[in-house]
């Protein structure tokens, strides 16, 4: 039997693993049970990259962030937001501007209860347990309208989540209804993983996830571009992950494509 910690919300399932519990013990977190810690050691023992693929993933946000402050927006609703780490987009977002407001949204009982436990006392952030398909319960969340101003620019992220919503799902039309609530100038930023470039091990990948609570569904180029919907793609359009906006005297990555996902912000004109 698996006692569960302070930390642990009571309804989880122990048994399950859970892709913010995986996630978390990919880059070395402490949130996570012995069942998500098994699931992470056979998936990188499989593609020994994978470590290396999420911080690729988050060096993106860290640079999405602030090339998204730099540009006027500095509201945030990141959406699959996962078990809080180091350089959250409101640490990244308030260095830049302090005045920042982030809203966190994941359905993880995990992610939201770590969340809301970090981010007391800051008034310029909020948590919302609720699922990405479901605009009308993240947008219409009173903590959510109390944080962003909807006549200005918001910024939806979307890191590394979309992955988890199946084709039959239609992510497609569950960005564009967040999309809907945005004024012109709002931007949307989607980084996603594809078996474009290791399709064997992305397929091998799949299976492993799929006796988790949250099966994965690689995209292909295409298929991400289209998430994008009316959001036009800035510079340099929709790339590998090292590929978008590197900081200058970043070292380049040689082959961009182990990092088997690919990144872009698109702004709503
Ligand atoms: C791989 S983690 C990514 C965390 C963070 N966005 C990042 O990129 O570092 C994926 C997160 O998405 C959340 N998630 C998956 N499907 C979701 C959905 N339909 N609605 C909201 N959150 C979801 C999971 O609970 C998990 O916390």
């Keep these: 039997m698996v006692t569960q910690p302070g930390w642990s919300p009571p309804e989880i399932d122990l048994r399950q693993p859970s892709a913010a519990r995986v996630y ?3 880059l070395g977190g402490s949130h996570n049970f012995e069942v998500d810690r098994q699931l992470a050691r056979e998936a990188i023992e499989l593609w020994p990259d994978l470590p290396h693929i999420m911080q690729a993933n ?7 962030v602030r090339f998204l402050v730099g540009s006027g927006v500095t509201q945030f609703i990141d959406i699959g ?10 640490e990244v977002a308030q260095r830049e501007d302090p005045a920042s407001r982030v809203v966190y949204v994941d359905r993880d009982p995990v992610a ?3 969340s809301r436990a970090i981010l007391a006392g ?4 909020a948590v919302v347990d609720a699922d ?3 605009a009308g319960r993240i947008l219409g969340d009173d903590a959510a309208r109390a944080m962003i101003d909807f006549e200005r620019p918001v910024a939806v992220l979307l890191f590394a989540v979309l992955h988890f919503v199946p084709d039959d799902d239609d992510p497609a039309a569950a960005v564009a209804e967040l999309g809907t609530h945005l004024v012109p100038g709002s931007c949307l930023v989607i980084s996603h993983a594809t078996s474009d470039s290791r399709p064997a091990l992305a397929a091998a990948l799949q299976q492993l996830y799929n006796r988790s609570a949250t099966p994965m569904t690689m995209r292909t180029a295409a298929q991400v571009a289209e998430l994008f919907g009316e959001f036009e793609l800035v510079p340099p359009g929709l790339v ?3 590929q978008w906006r590197p900081d200058p005297g970043e070292p380049v990555e040689a082959e961009p494509e182990r990092m088997a996902g690919y990144a872009g912000v698109g702004r709503k004109t």
């Design 24 to 26: 978390d013990c990919y």
């Design 58 to 64: 988050r060096a993106f946000l860290r640079r999405a």
């Design 81 to 90: 937001s996962g078990i809080p780490t180091g350089g959250n987009v409101h």
């Design 112 to 114: 939201v209860a770590h």
């Design 122 to 125: 800051n008034e310029h952030t």
């Design 132 to 134: 990405l398909r479901d």
């Design 240 to 242: 590998w992950l090292p």
